[in-house]
């Protein structure tokens, strides 16, 4: 077990500050506290949603709502700043010129983490792989604990009976901004393309957090169809998977008699046909699940085999809702950056051109390459939220385009104009903050409406 960091420190009290009191900041107050440390808790909000339940579980710890208390944060020796947190806030960047450390949940988690762990990052996808392995490694007898950028918040998944035999951490970009030494088992990277732009201002900004949690693994696992990841140079072991056929310490998928199978230079794992989830990027995700699943355990089990013969995917991840008169309704909410909707466009569209449910808070995208490629995929595009104007613009002469002002008509919309045999596809290519609480809740909105619809139609 790892010597925890704050026994190295200066005798307590040991202050630290937590900025964010959404789940990950709270599970960072709880497990501080529960360790005895003290702590100053705030969030800019002023009604943060989990804020009474903490100040009524812990009476004694300072919370500040609706700013950031500079005064107070300046006598804490770490301050901890959950990911939905911008670095830019003027507070946090005093704090880093007066020499306060920032950290986040993860390099908390790394400090005190007592069986290894896996991490897995990517702009899409991170979320289906790391379930897929979670539970291909369960059922191949390993004890595993997942969490981190998805359900449960890594802190805590710590200190928790019997402990497991391995972590298996989701982590996302901004959770690897705040991270001294990714100290993995193995990190893995699926994709990187442009997304957050609006938070990390350029895409090698972007690019330098994403490779990151490759540096110190002991083993990295890369995407080799992704130009970002081709040359990388790490200081362990370092394994490639793609889209073709593969060599030594590589994943790759094989061809034969128009047959594609998932396999290593030695072994066939499954046939992608035996796939419950389709499309390209879905073919990859599961690669990266079984060479996951390969490079730790030594061998892939015919268990974790079979996982993913029955795995049917997330929600709001090309999830089939119902046919209306012949129209199909899909929702892809997930789709918060372009990459993710042109990978579910070309997978649902690949023979009847459709409509597309558009736009959001596009987070400084530029959609400039989306108009070609929407052109040969969809007929229509019905465009919401802060970005229409900006998607309109680009798309205008190509497709045809219709703006409206919520979920609701826009799924009246797309079904006036399909025809039977089409698609109806809620990819919007943006997050979804500008109208929605989160992904989730607009693919919810999006299904309630296509209920609504199918009642009447």
């Known amino acids: ?9 200066t005798s307590p009290p040991y202050c630290y500050g937590v900025i964010g009191l959404g789940s990950t900041g709270c599970s960072v107050v709880r497990f501080l506290a ?10 800019t909000r002023n009604e943060p949603s989990l804020y009474n339940d903490l100040q009524t579980e812990y009476p004694n710890i300072p919370f500040v709502v609706g700013a950031l208390d500079y005064d107070l944060l300046k006598c804490c020796e770490e301050v901890v700043v959950s990911p939905g947190v911008a670095l830019e806030h003027p507070t946090l960047q005093r704090l880093k010129e007066n020499g306060t450390k920032l950290i986040g949940d993860i390099e908390l988690f790394i400090r005190y983490v007592d069986a290894p762990f896996i991490g897995i990052t990517g702009t899409n996808g991170k979320t289906t792989v790391t379930t897929m392995v979670d539970s291909m490694l369960i059922n191949s007898g390993v004890r595993c604990f997942a969490g981190g950028n998805l359900g449960i918040p890594a802190l805590d998944l710590l200190g928790k009976h019997p402990k497991p035999d391995l972590y298996v951490l989701e982590v996302s970009s901004f959770q690897l901004l705040l991270v001294s030494s990714f100290s993995a088992e193995l990190s893995c990277v699926l994709n990187i ?41 790490t200081s362990g072991k370092r394994v490639g998977f793609f889209d073709s056929l593969p060599t030594n310490d590589s994943y790759g998928i ?25 499309g390209r990027h879905n073919e990859l995700n599961a690669l990266a699940a079984l060479a996951i699943c390969s490079e730790y355990l030594g061998v892939v089990p015919q268990t974790a085999v079979e996982v993913l013969k029955k795995f049917v995917g997330l929600p709001h991840r090309m999830e089939k809702i119902a046919v209306i008169k012949g129209v199909a309704f899909v929702n892809d909410s997930k789709a918060t950056n372009l990459a993710a909707a042109e990978a579910s466009i070309s997978c649902l569209m690949s023979t009847h051109r459709g409509i597309v449910i558009l736009g959001g808070d596009s987070k400084h ?15 229509t ?23 409206v002002y919520d979920m609701g008509a826009a799924v009246t ?13 809620l990819a919007p290519g943006c997050s979804s903050f500008d109208m929605f609480d989160d992904y989730a809740h607009r693919g919810n909105v999006f299904k309630e409406a296509v209920m609504s619809l199918e009642a009447v139609a």
């Not at 895409?203 to 995407?223: G, R």
């Not at 995208?365 to 007929?379: G, K, P, R, W």
């Not at 595009?381 to 703006?403: F, S």
């Open 365 to 379: 995208a530029q959609f400039e390459t989306l108009a070609t490629f929407l052109s040969h995929y969809a007929h």
């Open 254 to 278: 094989r061809t034969e008699n128009d047959r594609k199978i998932l396999c290593d230079h030695n072994n066939d794992f499954l046939a992608v046909d035996e796939l419950q989830i389709s």
């Open 381 to 403: 595009a019905i465009l919401i939220g802060q970005a229409a104007a900006k998607i309109e613009m680009v798309l205008v002469d190509l497709v045809d385009c219709i703006t």
């Open 1 to 9: 077990m790892s010597t925890p960091f704050f026994q190295k420190q």
């Open 413 to 425: 919309k797309a079904f006036n104009q399909a025809k039977p045999g089409e698609t109806v596809l």
């Open 34 to 43: 529960d360790r005895g440390f003290s702590i100053v808790a705030m969030d």
């Open 193 to 233: 393309t442009p997304d957050h732009l609006d938070r990390h201002h350029t895409f090698e900004e972007y690019q330098e957090a994403k490779l990151s949690i490759l540096e110190f693994a002991k083993t990295a696992l890369v995407n080799l169809d992704d130009r970002c990841m081709a040359n990388f140079v």
